[in-house]
């Protein structure tokens, strides 16, 4: 007997509006079906149906700032965050200014204010358009230009009017070579980010946590249809545009500085009005901000899985707090009382975690080049320990709670980050 040894392998790049990650390991893909058995009571489970279908992209990202800017533009930057109930996969829109005829009229080219982040092999829509045959969903050939897109549906002429362009965001695995003489570039149509990374703060760690990243069929596209999940073509060297997003000098590993108290007090200066040790003070191995993305699937009988929603996100802290003054009683200190500057209130069952004067964390690496600066406005340590031994720190991990706030009735982001080149 014999047998094709060829092994295909080799890392990738993950391409997601128009970004390019490089990760620190392997990218897994899992691609799930959940089934329904049959049972029949004499005969045991006749049959199993499928019920539910999804893929998820899993991987750990090399940690550069634009990796964290790009996570998390929807949650912790100057937009606001999204709000409960709203849909994970965005579903945009441009509107159309020109078509051209392209390949003899076998292709049409559109014009749009903007081609960034769409990518060959991606299905897109057509809406509005004044000639009925181009009204549809049709796969990118080609992104000719920035402005310009190539789509497989034959040219007429040009529509009085041109009509919306609607799309969802793609995700692309791009091979970084060609191992074996069939490798692939893989594009998933519609694709959200359905677990945020952690960030770790530390000398020894780089800052990102995995992600996972869901994708479910097109929703202008029926199951049936080959590509309606993922797109297979041809491998080709990535582009150098592609290649020019990594800058491995923007990984920062820088230990932590760390505050604590009323939000009102906000610099770093050395006439902090806070009270020492929890003005400014440093960490055993850094500091982990943990996400947590609550999100709820939405199933139609006749469709499957055809949405997941936003549901809530809520953040921890957990670092073990170093220093002469960091002892066992400071730390009851804050565990019993719910205002740093005010008389112990204890932690009466039922009472909200919350501060009259919110108690606000803050966690700043700054290497010179690219400070990261973390904010909780709200927060409360909700759990602690200590340790007495030959070799153990007295102060074992604390962990802070971030507590959601609001402004005349709005909710405000529970986390801000920000980053200055």
Known sequence: MSCDCTVISGPALVVWRGYAFRTKGDVTINKETTLTPVTVDSAGVTDQRVNLVRHTINF???????????????????????QPGQSLFKWSSLAITGYAT???????????SSTTGFVVGQYVTISGSSTAGYNGTWRIETVTSSTQLKLA??????????????????????????????????????????????????????????????????????????????????WSAPSAGLLDDFDPDTIITTPPRMRYGAASNDAWTPSDPLAAPWNDFCTTNGATVNFSLGTADHVVDSCGLVDIKYTDLTVTVTAQPVGELMTDEEVQKVLRQQDMGGAYEGRKRGASMKAATPNQLKLLSDDGG????????????????????????????????????????????????????
Request: zero cysteines.
């Open 60 to 82: 750990t990202p090399s940690g550069t700032i634009d990796d964290i800017n790009s996570l998390f533009a929807d949650y912790a930057f100057a937009t606001a965050e999204r």
């Open 102 to 112: 392209a390949d003899a009229g076998a292709a049409t080219t559109i014009t749009v």
């Open 153 to 234: 549906v034959a040219y007429t002429v040009d529509p009085t009017t041109d009509g919306t362009l609607y799309f969802s965001d793609a995700l692309v695995i791009h091979p970084l070579f060609q191992s074996g003489g069939t490798e692939k570039i893989i594009t998933f149509q519609n694709v959200a980010l359905t677990t945020l990374p952690n960030i770790t703060l530390s000398a020894t760690e780089t800052p990102l946590g995995a992600v996972t990243f869901t994708a479910i069929y097109h929703k202008k596209l029926e199951a049936d249809v080959v590509d309606s999940l993922v797109d297979y073509r041809t």
């Open 370 to 421: 690219y400070p990261i600066e973390i904010t909780i406005a709200s927060t409360a340590i909700s759990s602690a320990g200590g340790n007495y031994g030959v070799t153990a720190l007295r102060n074992g991990d604390l962990v802070w709670q971030g507590l959601r706030t609001f402004s005349a009735g709005v909710r405000a982001n529970i986390i801000g980050i920000s980053i200055t080149p």
